[in-house]
């Protein structure tokens, strides 16, 4: 059973080869730590685990044990209940602990999951590594009132109870977030020029600069950034990284900014072929229209200027990956233009959809950072990259 902590070791896998890692073997093979494995491993059970005990504290549990499709399950509920519950019933499928037949989900097992024994696993193993456990506890406890009341998701999961929750999440020394920033980090410096000017989209509270800094004067390269122009949608996200940042980032010389990606670039002071690169990290799949706000962001940059985006992927779009769990709720992520070409489905993509989405934006000369598909071949579980691309 997926739940049972000692099946979950014995299916761990081993580290990616360094011959996959190449050109930054080096740096990389680090992140492919066991507890990092087990961390995901563990990750992925707690996730399916959790959203098993949701559907039961929803009061759900007759209606799974006799069998029921997603439309039965839909039935009744607000609108917005299609999006997680599209994910959690196929997921959980995936992850064994529905049956599926004939296009209706079973809960066919008494115990399905030991979280608290996923837990401990993950404490001994891996100790100090909480946040992405505590956070899914918090949306367990939160989330009910999205079905119940109709509740939109931002507003439950970002409350003042569950804001620390996040900052915890996004931090490099959460061992499963790490590796989003350093892909990103390594994609920018191969080729960055003297006086690069820089634009981060969608920077939260600054874990990507956190990294960037120490990395890039330790390394002798920060003198090459002219002008770090930080920027985030989220007032809240930006005051506090405003009042931080500088301190945990000697040397970068950081502009503050409110900034949408979803509103015309222009009309927010950013200048045509003003930027020698833009960097986002887990922020450009929430574009309403992709299309759109990949051409503008082409629009900004130099000519040989780049983008770097930083972005979970999927091995294949059909499969459901644990940390959609988190995000299916947010109308940010769920609620987003579809094109059958460029952007078949919301959320995350995987690493062939973006390059096309990118070479019809007008982009050239991608590179990913790992190469990524053969990464992922090698442990399907694995699922963050990051991709260069030139204006
Ligand atoms: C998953 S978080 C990643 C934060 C940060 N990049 C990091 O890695 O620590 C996504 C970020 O995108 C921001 N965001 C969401 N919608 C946005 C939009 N329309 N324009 C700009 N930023 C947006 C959120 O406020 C949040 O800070």
């Keep these: 059973m997926l739940g049972d902590p000692d099946q979950l070791l014995g299916s761990l896998g081993d580290p990616p080869d360094p011959d996959l890692l190449e050109p930054h073997a080096q740096e990389l093979a680090p992140l492919f730590s066991r507890a990092f494995r087990i961390l995901h491993r563990t990750l992925e059970g ?22 029921t499709s997603l439309d039965a399950l839909c039935a009744g509920q607000p609108a917005q209940a299609r999006f997680p519950l599209g994910w959690m019933l196929p997921f959980l499928a995936q992850e064994g602990l529905l049956a599926q037949r004939e296009g209706r989900f079973f809960l066919e097992d008494p115990h399905p999951v030991d979280l608290q024994g996923l837990r401990a696993l993950a404490a001994a193993e891996a100790p100090g590594q909480e946040a992405s456990f505590d956070l899914l506890d918090g949306v367990r406890s939160h989330i009910p009132p999205f079905f119940t009341e109709g509740r939109p998701g931002e507003e439950l999961l970002f409350d003042l109870a569950l804001f620390p929750l996040w900052l915890a999440y996004f931090r490099n020394d959460n061992l499963v977030y790490r590796p989003n920033n350093l892909f990103a980090l390594l994609a920018l410096r191969d080729g960055l020029a ?28 920060l003198d090459r950034i002219t002008e770090y122009r930080f920027t985030d949608v989220a007032p809240a996200f930006l005051r506090k990284a405003q009042r931080d940042l500088a301190a945990d980032t000697p040397g970068l010389p950081l502009a503050f900014q409110s900034l949408d990606l979803n509103r015309p670039l222009d009309a927010q002071g950013i200048l045509p072929a003003s930027l020698d690169a833009i960097v986002g990290i887990n922020v450009v799949h ?26 979970c992927l999927k091995p294949s779009l059909d499969r459901p990956i644990y940390l959609e769990f988190l995000f299916s709720f947010m109308s940010t992520f769920t609620s987003v233009e579809l094109d059958p070409r460029w952007r078949p489905v919301h959320g995350f993509l995987t690493p062939e959809v973006w390059a096309d989405a990118l070479r019809h934006a007008g982009f050239q000369n991608l590179r990913w950072v790992p190469e990524i598909r053969p990464l992922m071949d090698h442990c399907p579980a694995f699922n963050a990259g990051a991709l260069s691309a030139e204006a």
């Design 46 to 67: 707690y996730t399916a685990g959790t959203a098993l005990a949701l559907l039961l504290d929803l009061g759900w549990e007759a209606r799974l044990r006799e069998g």
């Design 194 to 221: 003297q006086g690069s000017r820089i634009l981060e989209l969608g920077a939260g509270v600054g874990s990507f600069a956190r990294l960037l800094a120490p990395t890039a004067r330790e390394q002798g390269w």
């Design 286 to 311: 929430v574009a309403r229209n992709l299309e759109a706000t990949l051409r503008d962001l082409r629009s900004r940059l130099k000519p040989g200027g780049r983008l770097v985006l930083g972005e």
